[in-house]
């Protein structure tokens, strides 16, 4: 008997324009789409794509679920399967990560499949047709997954062959070009997409060096480590001792919101001057190196010794240094 419920997908929505045209593709095919965003580790455009991710999903009255860094991706993060890509990205245990968590999402909430925003042979890492496959397998989704941009190029579908989603709607996208999915962005009327600059942090050399540093030298770090290796300067001082030292206000904020309540900070006392975070031995030369470094990007002078207090949230430690501000060639010396 024929029924008028709409088939119902969970697409893996980062706010790109890949995945956007995914979305209009899907909801034009008349699928009920809910929007599964992964707030991992974005970078610079954050604003723009999470623009992006509002404005499109309002405008066409999809439902979005957002999912945060948990200590199940820190895992995947800290030793994945298939390694890192150029920097310290997992793409593959990545996207099998995403894709098992679409498919818990999937069966929760009633949905026939699983889509993504993929196109073949866009990223030689993860996105080669074989990978692909592999990747699906993995997550114990195979045959689940639909791929509107390269749909016309890959294997038939679980959902095809059911009849919910037709080949000839999809694309036959591939490579690594853009001009072909910004045609398509125009034609579907999308009007709010990021540009590509931006996206994951993960992918970052920058990143990569103070991830990399956390692994050598901490050897049970927590999610939180990671997390504080988004904001300010990270210095290496030595083997047990490392400062991360703000950059602006807003860092200021969102480390002071992040830290426990045991975590050691330190700033400049009588100076205007950003917040620090002190991890070490608490021996009298890492602290007052570590206090040095702190004066020098202070509104303190240089050429007087300054005081510098180190302390907790929870009022279970503080400590006042005097220290000078480094001179300026060696201000950078140890970054990470
Ligand atoms: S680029 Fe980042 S978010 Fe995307 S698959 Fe790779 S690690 Fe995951």
Known sequence: MP?????????LYSGGLDSTIALYSLVSMGVDVIALNFDFFCTGSNNRVYQSVADNTRRLGVNVITVGVDNEYLEVLKNPR??????VNPCVDCRIYMLKYAKKVMDLEGADFIATGEVVGQRPFSQKVQRLMVIDKEAGVEGLVVRPLSGKLLPETIPEKKGLVKREAMFDLQG????AQMKLAEQ??????????GGCLLTESAFGRRFRDLKKYCRNFDLKDVLLLRFGRHFRLDDKNKIIICRNESENKAVMDLVSDEDTLFTAVDHKGPVGIYIGDFSAD?????ASHIISYSKAPRDTPVKVKFWNKKSTFCSVIEAYALPKNLQHKNLI
Do not use: C, N
Not at 3 to 11: G, R
Not at 82 to 87: D, E, K, L, W
Not at 176 to 179: A, E, T
Not at 188 to 197: E, M, R, S, W
């Open 3 to 11: 029924t008028d419920k709409k088939p119902k997908a969970v697409l």
């Open 82 to 87: 298939y390694g890192y890509g150029r920097s």
């Open 176 to 179: 690594r070009g853009r001009r």
């Open 188 to 197: 579907l009327g999308i009007k709010v997409y990021p540009t590509p600059a």
């Open 286 to 290: 890492s602290m007052k190196t570590a």
